[in-house]
């Protein structure tokens, strides 16, 4: 079975997250938890990858941090902010156009 490049999937790490955080707000364990889930154990992301994403995340605007203790257990959540929401929309619209072009360079065996 094939696997996916750290290269190939790095620029969707950002996607992948607030698409994860779009319906509500979470933390890095869980997120890392349902990206695993999703896809199936075909992707698995970094510790340190996915708390540079939301570095690299919360720099930009797109999403807010904020600690949350009433389980009992201090963690750090992140939620989208309407900067992120726009920004997940123009990357899922991205998406389609790479997809649209790479498709005219991919042979398949039949």
Sequence with gaps: MAEISSDV???YNDTIILYLLKDAPSY????QK???EISEEKYII?????YSAFTRLEKAGFVQSFIDDSSGKKRTY???TESG???YKAKCEE???TKDVIEHFIEREE
């Design 9 to 11: 999937i790095r620029g």
């Design 28 to 31: 890095g364990y869980e997120i």
């Design 34 to 36: 349902q990206i695993r």
């Design 46 to 50: 970094k510790e340190t990858t996915l």
């Design 78 to 80: 992140y939620q989208i």
């Design 85 to 87: 929401a726009m920004h």
């Design 95 to 97: 998406w389609d156009l």
